[in-house]
């Protein structure tokens, strides 16, 4: 008898990662693909003990979520910084662009835009206290449409006094419009057809840590320090 040597398997992941520890999801199913998504937010306090690296990010991803692109805020062991992100997980391929030195109460505001001309996308982040941003230009990968809006709480401490003093940080101004022309916002009143419809998970949790739509429309993530 001929032995035929087994296939290698094929592992196929996706979002939430295990290193999520909550999120946000908004969906608009048969609106086609995200064109635009901008949000804003203040860089929270420090945390009160160095030893973790907690990540804020709003993003956009297909179904499934196979590839992110994502402005992100994070606290790097000594210091604030921003910077926008392209991780791709079927060869875990990652791009950053250069970070940026933010501080706690600084304003950032996050933008990520389509570019038909060459099916791309434009990330920005932006600090509105320093004028300083990151940036870069991605191109859509082969077969990918991006569909999905996130807001997501990423990393886990090993103590809750590793993660920001403040125990919170609220996305504001958040807008997505997808390419049926359909604009949803945080500015809309919570439940109506302008409204983001936003569903809000825990996922590997630690510091029992939470996102909630607020009743003005914005996305509040919090936790216990």
Known sequence: AVMLAAAPAIVVAND???SWLAYTIASNPGAGKILSMNATTVVPSNPAQNGASPAFWPGIEPSPATNILQPIVKWVG???QIWVEYFQWSNFYDYQSPAV???AGDTIFTSVSYVPANNSYNMLVLSKSSGQTSTANIAVQTGKTYVDA???VEHQPQSCSQYP???SIVWTDISVMWENGDVRTSQAVPGSATALNWKA???????NTKGEVLPNGNVEFTWST
């Open 16 to 18: 939430p990662a295990g």
């Open 165 to 167: 003093a403040s125990g």
């Open 150 to 152: 996130y807001l997501v």
């Open 78 to 80: 000594f210091q604030w």
């Open 201 to 207: 998970h825990t996922y590997q949790d630690m510091c």
């Open 101 to 103: 030195n933010v501080n």
